[in-house]
């Protein structure tokens, strides 16, 4: 920009800017008009002032006993000088000059010698394309002289790109040079914007990408690149400057080069796209780019710092829904995950907010879960010790050359124990994001989540004002963790020992599911102001939730670790062995004083040795996925005591408690997942073992991990006494019973179709639909099966149909388990290609887990030549599926004899659950295989 010469103004000419947008053009003016130096700077803000009347700037520095508010006319331009990467004499230099270059100006304000306005800057112009114009100028000149300037800048910026392409690399890494150092200045930034520079140098920055990555390395050709994406880095400062960076594409360069060999060029891109990535608009172009799937390898496979550097960068990304879809495409869960092994803890913060940010998706949730991931982010919060980057790269150098390590400093110090805090809190929100997944939640308190998060609510002892405000985000992040997992009825006698009263009080009010940080403050602040007794108390109830701990008793050979509930005959714990088998087992311990299985010691002795006999049965005979595992059964002190299989998960009576007060109901798909099961383990009893369970209720049927059914206690209602459906300590089985239970007449396998009829209905309205505290009222309403029907449009007919004949009151209405399945051939032939669909998908991630394996395998230990490969699973049969519509049996029906393929599929019900059962041990079998496989890729 050419500007009048500085012979022609006096020098008590005093220059308006009109508009911060003209900060380069003012500056030029002042420099021309008061020779070297024209600008105040402003130690105290880093900023530059310049005398003018706008608004005041609010400074120390006074001129002549008066402040620079009282000095009628200055204005802010903004900030041109700081004192980054300056050293103090620097500072203290420009101060001095600052100082002298305004007293100039300060005497004209003081004495009052205001000349009248010479040269003004246009107010609307735009940044770069203001000019300065002499007082009564044309009009048509002034635009003449701007279309002038526009057409120089033009001509030099073509004879720049020429040069660009015909320069030495050397000089062109000069020039590149000097000009990173000039774009440290944001005014500077502002011009080359506004020349169109951005734009030429992104062509050059994509040509000379080209060829680093397709061609031979160039001279320099690597140097280039880290000025250029150094260059990139500083502009992306600005919002505004990272849209007109994404506008000149200078954002698909950068993310070719993230498959960059020289780790150099790999940094700087990374932190150039980082800055483009904290707006939004850019963040959304850098997703759409396959940059997910490089990111990925990097965290898989480079050092710490690539690793960290690309972690922080896709945790930025994954606020972006297209983002997140990418890394459950590129199976990203599991790569997250293997890095939280790691010690780095900046590396693991940003690896912990990815998986927080994934937690959003259902399946992610899921998948952490499958995978290992809820006990390696409970490690993170009490077991684990952290290195930052620079200790890693201490250690690093002490074990290659035996240099002595430089002393930490305190600041150093200080920074590395925010980062644990924040890694802490991090933990805590994942956490709660994965208990909005009751399995996960009940998982979370199987890894001793409780003993974990209640230890980080204890007060802390800091000393300084900051560690404590540290110290209480903590508090707040574990008590929200807890109030999560408080919402899981299941979960809610863990804590009613935890807290005093009035905490305890306070803990509920919060409210379900609540995510507001700030309504956990007064928690953290209640327990930080109690007396040290109180705090001790709470800190033993803590310590009472570990599930490392030591038994509390022992029942024979077996240690009792927890009371898992009570029931009429008795209680069920969780136990372990003593000796040998390390899984948990579940004991069931039975108190025959009670009277329903006998008043005389002959009685007593009957009753016992019927209910021995009958699981000595159950124990050799009973293999079903569906149905409880009985292992032994012993007496001791004139209890019984039945050794069964530990089913993780909780009774599906919990899951109604837990979706009527998160206001949910069941979706119809997991309804039928579920009746399904139950349907398989009922034709299993009824029709290949003649066993009616007789005591199916909701807190029988316990619900694992992906809604995996098992249903427990049966076989046991069928030795009580004859006269035990009418003892009090039953009645709540009674909601379930059917209509000739309760007028006691004979009754068969139909009674437990009821039972079934009842528990389908409860899943569709979270209530039973028989139910009154008034017995009689309650049988009369069973026998008349009065109960209230469920809306229509909530669920389809055919379920609600289901319900109506499950739920005949004549038993010779009522369909039995294979006349019920007939009713849902459709939904069964859906669900064997559901499985199907399942076990080949099961298999893929089987072989991309082994491959996976054994890359890990081999890089680690390249000798090892007896490595033994997991086999898939081999494939059933279907051949009693295959053609059944063109069988021989077909042909002898006539046309309107003829069934369809849903008639035929139905007279094959038997036959169908008997394939749904194969597939779903199939599928076990390959969760397992995977499991075991995933395990051994994360150690």
Known sequence: ?????????????VLLAESQNDLQNLVTIIEEHSGKYGLLMNVKKTK????????????????KGKSIEQIDQFVYLGQLITTDGRSDSEIKRRITIAKNAFSKYSQILTNKRL??????????????????????LPCGAQHQSHSQHQAAEATQLEKFREWLCKAPPENVLRVLMCLRILLRDSSY???????????????????????????????????ILKEMTNIFQKMSASVDRCEWLVKCDAHKPLVRLLTATDVFVLHCSLYALIGLAQSDQPRQSISELNVVEMLLRIIQEYDSISKKLAANLLRLLLADSQSREHVKFQDGVPILLSQLISDNVSLLWHVVWCLVQLC????????????GGIPLILSLLHDRKFVSERTEASDSAVASAGVHRKPVSNEEHEEFFEHQYSLRKACCAALAELVLNDTNAQQIVQANGVYSLGLL?????????KEKKRAVKLQQNAFRALRFLFSMERNRRLFKQLFPSDLFEMFIDVGHYNRELSAYKPLAEKINSLPKEAVNEIAENISNTNQNKEPNSYKGEYAVFELLGSGAFGSVYKVKKKTGRQS???LKEVNLQNTAFGKSNTEKAMSVGEITNELKIMKEEMRHPNIVRYYKTFELDDKLYIVMEFIEGAHLGEHFNSLREKKEKFQESRIWDILLQLILALRYLHKEKGIVHRDLTPSNIMLGENDKVTITDFGLAKQKRSDCSRMTSVVGTILYSCPEVVQNHAYGEKADIWALGCILYQMCVLLPPFNSTNMLTLVNKIVAGDYIPIPQGEYSSRLLQTIKSCLSVQPDDRPDILDLSGQLSNILLTKIDDLRISRTALEKKLDRERKRTQKHFVEANKNMQNYHRLFLASQDGYDRLTNLAGSGGAEGFKPDDRPDILDLSGQLSNILLTKIDDLRISRTALEKKLDRERKRTQK
């Open 1 to 13: 920009m050419r500007l009048p010469t500085s012979s022609r103004y006096a020098d008590d000419t």
């Open 48 to 63: 530059v002032m310049v005398i003018s009347k706008k608004e005041p700037p609010k400074a120390e520095i006074k001129v």
């Open 115 to 136: 000349p009248p306005l010479k040269y003004v800057v246009s107010k609307k112009s735009a940044p770069g394309e203001s000019v300065v114009q002499p007082p009564g």
């Open 189 to 223: 930034q502002k011009t080359f914007f506004s020349m169109d520079g951005t734009k030429a140098l992104t062509e050059y920055f994509q040509k000379v990408t080209d060829e680093y990555l397709y061609s031979t390395d160039g001279p320099y050709s690597v140097d």
């Open 360 to 371: 959003g998706d259902a399946d992610c949730r899921d998948d952490i879960r499958q995978m």
């Open 457 to 465: 609510i204890l007060p802390q002892d800091v000393a300084s004002e």
């Open 584 to 586: 948990f087992l579940a």
